[in-house]
Each structure stands twice: as C-alpha cells, then as structure tokens.
C-alpha cells in the first residue's frame, strides 16, 4: 500500500491550503483513513479522521477550519485547511488502516508553513 500526499506549501496567516492523499489500493478497503501532523520535536498527533462511512472527527483545533473528505472514485483522501495560522505549521501525514486495530500505513509527509 502507498499513500502519496500532496498540496502542502507556504502560506499566509488566514489563508487556505487543500493537501491531497492518494492511495495505490481501493480506499474502500480502509476501516478509516486520517491526517496527522507533526511539530518540530514533537509526537505525530491526528488531526482529522474519515470512517469507511464518512464519518469524520476533528481535534478541538481545527474544528470549524479544516475539512477531511474523500473521493472513493480517485481513491484519494483530501484536508482543506482554512483560516490557516502559524500554529498549524506542521508536517502533515496522510495514515490508513485496513481494521480497527490493523498495521497502520503512512504517506511521507507534506510541509504545510504558515508564515507571513
């Protein structure tokens, strides 16, 4: 399985970026998929999930800015990110999981900088 992010960039305070994750395999055969990041020094922590179903969750953070979908005709995984600030400046990691408590598998990682 490959998951290959896209669309992370420079970007100013209030502004909008949409990352991109595409699989290699049918994302109807993930249980979820979700967004991570990853600050300098820190954990990677999610930010955003998507169910098999469509049901989605978001850190209290993000909430009201950030959008996770995803098109299971392109087999791809999408976070529109919006009112963007420099806290949110992160790499950010598309994951996925066949089963609730299956092998996690990761993309590589986008730069998303926030910065006037």
């Known amino acids: 399985v490959q998951l290959v992010e896209s669309g992370g960039g420079l970007v100013q305070p209030g502004g909008s970026l949409r990352l991109s994750c595409a699989a290699s395999?049918?994302?109807?055969?993930?249980?979820?998929m979700a967004w991570y990041r990853q600050f300098p020094g820190k954990q990677r922590d999610v930010v955003a999930a998507?169910?098999?179903?469509?049901?989605?969750s978001y850190i209290d953070s993000v909430k009201g800015r950030f959008t996770i979908s995803k098109d299971n005709a392109r087999n791809t995984v999408f976070l529109q990110m919006n009112s963007l600030k420099p806290e949110d400046t992160a790499v950010y990691y598309c994951q996925a999981r066949f089963h609730p408590y299956g092998t996690d598998y990761w993309g590589e990682g986008t730069l998303v900088t926030v910065s006037s």
């Open positions: 998507i169910s098999r179903d469509d049901v989605t």
């Open positions: 395999t049918n994302i109807l055969n993930f249980h979820a």
